[in-house]
């Protein structure tokens, strides 16, 4: 159990989607689990602390803006989720249309995949106002507000209550500011970000663009060195602060019986002499069919290989209402069947093997330990958990993690292999040279992975959050940043 200072229990967090779904049920509501980097990072201080987390559970509902609010977990609950209603409208608009449809492939350089729809714009003023009068009535001490879905909210709350403590954090890429700049409400998403007291992203880069974005739009003085803004006589601290994980769940697990039986079963069904994994959101960010192209470059380069090695690609199912993502998974489904059409070689390892499902931890950390390599090869990811996770459950010494640059992880995971996901014969190069890495090398490759992981795990991040947010409603004092280790 995580420990931190008193006064955590005042946190309020609010965020788009929260750890549960809401399903209707006899006469209560169900709530089942979500998966995401978000929730995993942020359920474990309100299960350690108590404390409020307002999201939107799944449900729609034309009449209300709240719905139930509940004990979490079921049975022995340790914190509050209150619903929050979107109507079919919002949700088409604003979680469709302008976080999935526009904020999502701009900030992920993706621009022609947006479309800028005025609809969508004022669906997503009107969520953001609906949050921020919900987030008001729970009056907590410190308000945290996450991500790219809720960038109105620190403004509103700041409006209605100036004295309040407001944290900020993104979980996607800040692009360049001369993409964020296509944005025609851009101006109104970063002065809605400055309403807070300390906006963090996962890397320094983000924190230079996003700076350099606010430069375009608005006067301000910048302090760099500090990461710290004074925008109309308030000061605002921006901070580079990546998400951790629980690292010692994962190491726990990774010692499991259960779970290294798993393992040996897993390797021993897909019949291979080396395994390749990619386990990632069904997402067009992810890079799932270029990996698969590079896999099959892999096999036509060094043929040595076919027949001895596969590549195993979990894709957790996500988004499904959008069509992008339904054209996705055909895609997948397409290149899947035809790279292992042309390189099966009736015996042996089958090129691709593909599952499109999600996983609970002590089945992920399983798939970790059954790999010789882990593929993340993101086109574009904030960060990207699934490596610190593989890092964290190693503790055998082996195993190579293959980064792409454009991960945010990469600009902190310095032991791992960088291939670059848009070049099918690198990404081969590099799949071989990770096959042929001698143990020993694979060993202290893990060994300064596994030091940066464990050092900047996930209560390292959500106390040095809370910490900075704290401090600034008495004022920033630098021995208060001193004191949060940045
Ligand atoms: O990384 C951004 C994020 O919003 C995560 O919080 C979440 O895990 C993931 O994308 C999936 O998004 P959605 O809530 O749209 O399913």
Redesign the pocket.
């Known amino acids: 159990m995580y420990s931190y200072s008193k006064n955590t229990a005042q946190v309020v967090v609010v965020s ?2 929260g750890a549960y779904t809401f399903q209707e049920g006899h006469d209560q509501v169900i709530p089942r689990r979500t998966v ?4 995993a990072a942020v359920e474990p201080v309100l299960t350690a602390h108590g404390g409020t987390w307002i999201s939107w559970c799944g449900r729609l509902d034309h009449s209300k803006e709240q719905g139930v609010k509940l004990g979490i977990p079921p049975g022995e609950p340790r914190y509050q989720i209150q619903e929050v209603f979107l109507t079919p409208e919002e949700h088409d608009h604003y979680y469709h249309g302008f976080c ?1 449809a526009i904020l999502w492939p701009l900030c992920h350089q993706l621009p022609e995949r947006c479309s800028f729809e005025k609809a969508y714009w004022e669906a997503y003023r009107r969520v953001n106002q609906k949050f921020a009068r919900i987030t008001l009535e729970a009056k907590k001490e410190i308000y945290w507000i996450h ?1 790219f879905h809720l960038a109105l909210v620190p403004q509103l709350l700041r409006q209605q209550s100036p004295g309040a403590a407001i944290a900020f954090f993104w ?2 890429p800040f692009p360049p500011a001369d993409l964020f700049q296509i944005l025609p409400w851009g101006r109104q998403i970063i002065y809605g970000l400055l309403g807070s007291d300390l906006i963090a992203f996962h890397t320094s880069r983000y924190v230079e663009n996003f700076l350099d974005t606010m430069s375009c739009y608005y006067p301000a003085r910048i302090y760099p060195e500090q990461g710290l803004i004074r925008f109309r006589n308030r000061k605002i601290l921006v901070q580079a602060l990546p998400v951790g994980i629980n690292y010692h769940r994962f190491e726990q697990l990774a010692t499991d019986p259960a779970v290294r039986a798993r393992a040996a079963e897993i390797r021993k069904s897909l019949g291979a002499e080396k395994v390749l994994l990619g386990i990632d ?1 069904m997402d067009y960010t992810k890079g799932i069919p270029e990996r698969i192209r590079a896999m099959a470059c892999f096999l036509e380069k060094y043929p040595e290989y076919r027949g001895r090695v596969t590549l195993l690609q979990i894709a957790v199912p ?2 499904n209402g959008i069509g992008e993502y339904g054209i996705l998974k055909q895609e997948v489904e397409r290149i899947v069947g035809e790279v292992n059409g042309r390189y099966d070689q009736m015996y042996g390892a089958v090129p691709v093997r593909y599952r499109y499902q999600s996983l609970d931890q002590a089945e992920l950390v399983a798939h970790y330990l059954a790999a010789d390599v882990l593929l993340v090869t993101a086109l574009r990811d ?1 960060l990207n958990l699934v490596a610190k996770e593989f890092v964290a459950s190693r503790i055998d010494g082996k195993g190579v993690l293959i980064l792409s640059p454009f991960a945010g992880a990469a600009q902190e995971l310095h032991g791992a292999l960088l291939a670059n996901p848009f070049e099918p014969a690198h990404l081969a190069a590099k799949i071989k040279m990770a096959l042929e890495m001698s143990f020993q090398e694979q060993k202290s490759r893990l060994e300064s992975l596994r030091r940066t992981v464990k050092s900047r795990d996930v209560r390292w991040w959500w106390q040095t959050n809370l910490k900075l947010v704290k401090s600034l409603g008495s004022g920033i004092s630098p021995a208060a940043i001193n004191a949060a280790n940045l």
């Open positions: 788009n989607r995401g980097g978000l929730v999935n991500d979980h996607i959101r996500s988004r904030g």
